[in-house]
């Protein structure tokens, strides 16, 4: 294969097989993907090229309990007797009050998450989704993820179309990509065995483009996955997105990150590490724009790289900070050790070289909140 070739086929926005992204991987220079990843940016954001778009909202766990059992997790407790005392479901009380502190830091959005309950079936999602929405109609509710999906279908007995359909109807806004680590079922009988499978997660995503629910998709990298199967994860993506029906947004965003391996079981057990380098992070960014061209946002994962290395990214096909997180309780339990405010990551957009703006999950400009009145930032 020919490097510079492949790099010609990629600005022309051109699907690269899986063995041509993995050439580019071993062979491409990094200033070589960063001129081309970014060039592909300024083609896809050509109306708001000097713009990076960033979000406040705040990840709120609707319970810690899982049997997913995922081994790179310390946040989860499996519902058995021993952990009844750390368990907990969350309440109408503290959801309130969250609602509340959230819109007053400016915010507009949960990312609600939990772990895969035994017991907590779709009506239960129902109900609570229901009742945010009645308190706060303006929050909106980026929520679950695919295996959550899964979970709560078998538990209830029926399909991912009329689990997501009722959850839509309830006041689900939009889904995450959560759960997708990589979509190669070797890695994720290791490290989430008791998650659905890479097709189940594929399968769930294409029904929720089909019922008009728009998405994100991950790449959680940098354990035990080889470089062909990060690869096809991004094929296996990029399918599903080729696949969604006309006038749906299908995924989007794509957000790859490093696995955070301290305390976890695969680093305790397994001896797994994150050796992820700031170059190899920055090139993994790169790759994702150019093999996922039909994908609009590429998003750049400061929670788990730093500012630094995120500020880097920005030149090198990303196009977002993602949001402060207002709350953070998972990745941060394995190790994740940053943390940035409203006016830290529209500095880094602005030292980088760029305009900062506040945007929706939809990725649609928002007027500047009266909590921010006087804080937004400008080149």
């Not at 507009?108 to 907590?120: A, I, K, S, T, V």
């Not at 779709?122 to 909106?140: A, D, H, N, Q």
């Not at 006016?343 to 909140?369: H, K, N, S």
Request: proline fraction near 4%; glycine fraction near 8%.
């Amino acid at each position: 294969m020919n490097t510079s070739e492949l790099l010609k086929k990629a600005l022309n926005f051109e699907f690269l097989t899986m063995e041509e992204g993995i050439h580019l991987h071993h062979h491409a220079g990094t200033d070589e993907l960063m001129f081309i990843a970014n060039e592909m940016r300024k083609i896809h954001k050509k109306d708001t090229l000097g713009i990076v778009t960033w979000q406040i909202d705040r990840n709120v766990n609707t319970t810690n309990v899982c049997v997913a059992n995922c081994k790179f997790c310390n946040f989860f407790v499996p519902p058995t007797e021993k952990f009844k005392d750390k368990a907990y479901i969350t309440d109408d009380e503290t959801y309130q009050r969250k609602a509340k502190e959230t819109f007053a830091l400016g915010g507009d959005q949960f990312l609600l998450q939990g772990g895969h309950h035994p017991e907590l079936g779709v009506e239960y999602y129902e109900e609570t989704f229901s009742k945010l929405k009645g308190w706060f109609p303006e929050l909106r509710l980026h929520a679950l993820g695919p295996p959550e999906i899964v979970h709560i279908a078998e538990l209830s007995g029926i399909s991912y179309e009329e689990t997501l359909t009722r959850l839509m109807a309830a006041g689900m806004d939009s889904m995450p990509g959560a759960g997708a680590e990589i979509l190669n079922d070797r890695v994720r009988r290791i490290i989430s065995n008791g998650k659905c499978s890479g097709q189940e997660w594929l399968d769930v995503m294409h029904v929720a483009h089909k019922v008009g629910l728009t998405t994100s998709a991950t790449m959680m990298f940098g354990h035990i996955e080889t470089i062909e199967e990060r690869f096809e994860h991004l094929v296996r993506i990029r399918e599903v997105q080729a696949m969604r029906p006309e006038g749906s947004n299908g995924f989007k965003a794509f957000i790859p990150w490093p696995y955070q391996d301290d305390g976890t079981l695969l680093n305790r057990v397994k001896g797994v590490k994150n050796n992820v380098s700031a170059d190899e992070y920055i090139r993994m960014i790169a790759l994702s724009r150019i093999m996922l061209p039909n994908i609009e946002n590429i998003q750049a994962s400061w929670l788990t790289v730093g500012p630094e290395v995120a500020q880097v990214c920005l030149h090198a096909g990303a196009n977002d900070l993602g949001s402060i997180m207002i709350e953070e309780n998972v990745v941060s339990a394995a190790g994740a050790p940053f943390r940035l405010s409203s006016e830290q990551i529209q500095q880094i957009i602005v030292d980088a070289g760029f305009q900062p703006q506040l945007r929706t999950q939809l990725y649609e400009f928002r007027e500047t909140p009266p909590a921010l009145e006087g804080k937004i930032l400008a080149v």
